[in-house]
């Protein structure tokens, strides 16, 4: 216990590579503590949420009731990642709820690195599976990455996005 201290001492004076890896990690742990999340302003906003729900394009992520009409009740098809390292898979499957796939028809969630290239094949060939060939049904994926647009250019096809009823 007395040692401890004279130890980190003696390592932070000596030591560069010790020294700098510390600073990082005191200053990333500070700046990580200094400000919530949930103190943002798109966190959970209720209005913003509200706006977003009424989309043509969030539609298809709402359980109609039993008569078919919108109402208080309706439910969100949405379904979180179980934890991090989920996303792709969680993502999946809500594009295939909104599509009318019941759960237990979709691949359960999996961790890992995300590959949208490999879900989006994913998700035409479940659809391809599981539809006649009288209704139809084709799916188009278009993957947009941040890196490689600008990103007013991101937020354009965000925006696009929303506002087609189709677009998931």
Known sequence: ???????????????????????????????????????????????????LWILPSAAAYIQKSADGSNNETDTP??????????????????????????????????????KPDLWCEHVKQIAKESSHDDDGMEIETTIVRGGDVTYEAFLSTLRQGLDNPHCR
Do not use: H
Request: aromatic residues 10%; glycine residues 6%; charged residues 20%.
């Open 1 to 51: 216990p007395i040692a401890l201290p004279i130890v980190v001492s003696y390592k932070m004076l000596t030591d560069k590579s010790y020294r700098m890896t510390t600073t990082s990690l005191f200053s990333l742990v500070n700046c990580a503590t200094k400000k919530s999340c949930a103190e943002e302003w798109y966190w959970q906003d209720v209005g913003l949420l509200n706006k």
């Open 77 to 114: 098809l949405l379904e979180y990642q179980v934890r991090e390292g989920y996303c792709g898979s969680a993502t999946q499957r809500c594009i295939l709820k909104s599509l009318g796939y019941p759960s237990n028809s979709i691949p359960d969630q999996k961790g890992g690195e995300s």
